[in-house]
């Protein structure tokens, strides 16, 4: 009895099935298709042919695995950013480190804010303070939209000027960039308002230059300083918002 003829492997199928086997998936030759921005400086970046891509959270979920010890040091290099931040996040940027930077920030400025003016008032008359919890969604609302909103922004405004920047690593540098508030905030409940402004005005340079080093260092023969400046500029102009809206 003559066995069945053997069919010859659809290359087709098989290369469909080893597509499914990716997620998410990387983009075409011709550079089409979203990929999440997981790839080292310099490579490839993220295209905008399927902006879907960007709004898919299972595309950011590996950006979550990360290690302790990985978060420990970048927060370290945030504070000392001689040591070339952008290089540590180039292969493997995440978002767990700024996702609670921002949410830690947010409390310990709604609560060292209320207790700051207890401190400053008391010396006064303690019947006019009272706990503010409009402070809470004030810090919400400011951090987290600096936090997602300005790096969006200048992602898009260095792609505009012919950079090819990637916008999860500037998500991760500016979240890390508000680690120096987090310290800040504490050193900040001293009652003594000459004090407090040397505090901000460090933290804020401090952060305006972590800003700058990194982004010059990733727009590297590129002429971009307008851009950089602007954004150093903005993230002082943060710092004062603190000073003058929380521990004023």
Known sequence: MRGSPVLPP?????????RLQQFPPAPAANGGGYQPPGSPLGGDVETQ?????YFNVASYTPYFNVDTDVVVD???SSVYPMEGFFRKIDV???MYGPLWITTTLIFMLAAFGNFATYLMQRKSDLNIWNFDVSYFSLAASVMYGYAIVVPAAFFFLFQYFGSRPSLIRFWCMWGYSLFIFVPASILLLI???????????GAGGASSWFIFLNLKECTEGADMMALIA??????????????VFFFA
Not at 10 to 18: D, F, I, L, P, Q
Not at 191 to 201: C, D, K, S, Y
Not at 234 to 243: E, N, S, T, Y
Request: avoid cysteine.
């Open 49 to 53: 042919t399927n902006w879907k891509g």
């Open 74 to 76: 970048r927060l370290i």
């Open 92 to 94: 493997n940027p995440d």
């Open 191 to 201: 009652p003594v308002e000459f004090l407090r402004w040397v505090i901000i005005a």
């Open 10 to 18: 659809k290359v087709g199928n098989a290369a469909a099935t080893s």
């Open 230 to 243: 602007s954004a150093s500029v903005l993230q002082f102009a943060l710092a004062l918002f603190i000073k």
